[in-house]
């Protein structure tokens, strides 16, 4: 989750926050985009992973800002332009990191497990950029893929109702699929459409996943819980904070 690696970020830069409240900062504990799952459901609901990123960072007195989106593919065969945006990401990620912003990405890493979001601790000579992610290694390498955002100080932390005003407002948005970045579209869907998608596939896929039941007999169960076990969680996050700020 994305939200494990702004935790992480957060503390080093003196603000501690939990996992469940940036998720609920954030908006996505409230409503995960779902994908089109065209290929497989077990990750159709991690396709919101970053939003929102901006929101729980103002909502903590702190900057988010982007300092280079997905990139290439992996497996992409350009290689001529691999190595252009290799180069181009590793010199706005060490200007970031030499202006003492903690740099987050989405992932890409070569070492470990490829969409695992982590904190990116160096950039090599060739622009190869090391970082820290759910492995507990903190030089695994990340090739030219993967979002990344440089987390620093900002202004003072807003006073909890204005920040609870903002993030209603916002979850509200996300919930009815209306206003950027929460625009519905083919390729994902937020709130109640987002909940159609889900129940017409456990009403229309006989196993929920084929290509995983295709590939195993029995394995797209996994894709089912991990998807009911992400907006379920979801949700408790969500019930709690309320209760508390009630």
């Not at 935790?7 to 469940?20: F, M, T, W």
């Not at 779902?34 to 729980?56: M, T």
């Not at 252009?84 to 706005?92: F, P």
């Not at 904190?119 to 950029?129: A, M, R």
Request: with cysteine; hydrophobic share 40%; charged share 25%.
């Amino acid at each position: 989750s994305f939200a494990v690696a702004f935790v992480e970020a957060a503390r080093l830069l003196g603000r501690d926050v939990d996992y469940d409240t940036v998720r609920v900062l954030s908006g996505n504990a409230f409503s995960h985009r779902l994908g089109s799952a065209v290929s497989c459901a077990a990750w159709w609901h991690a396709a919101s992973r970053e939003h929102g990123i901006r929101d729980v960072a103002r909502s903590l007195g702190l900057r988010a800002r982007q300092i280079s989106d997905e990139g290439l593919p992996r497996d992409s065969d350009d290689v001529a332009e691999m190595e252009r945006q290799q180069h181009a990401r590793a010199e706005k990620t060490r200007a970031a990191l030499d202006a003492g912003e903690v740099v987050l990405t989405s992932g890409g890493w070569e070492d470990a497990v490829w969409f695992w979001p982590g904190i990116v601790t160096g950039v090599d000579e060739d622009g190869t950029l090391r970082g820290a992610c759910l492995n507990g290694e903190s030089d695994n390498r990340a090739g030219p893929s993967g979002a990344i955002w440089g987390i620093s100080i900002a202004a003072p932390t807003p006073a909890p109702d204005a920040i609870d005003r903002e993030f209603l407002r916002r979850a509200v948005r996300q919930l009815r699929g209306e206003g950027e970045p929460f625009v519905s579209d083919d390729d994902g869907v937020y709130g109640l459409a987002a909940m159609d998608r889900w129940a017409n596939r456990m009403a229309t896929v006989e196993h929920f996943c084929d290509p995983c039941q295709s590939r195993e007999a029995g394995s797209a169960v996994g894709c089912a819980w991990l998807t009911a076990v992400t907006l379920t969680e979801g949700a408790a996050a969500v019930a709690s904070y309320l209760r508390e700020r009630a």
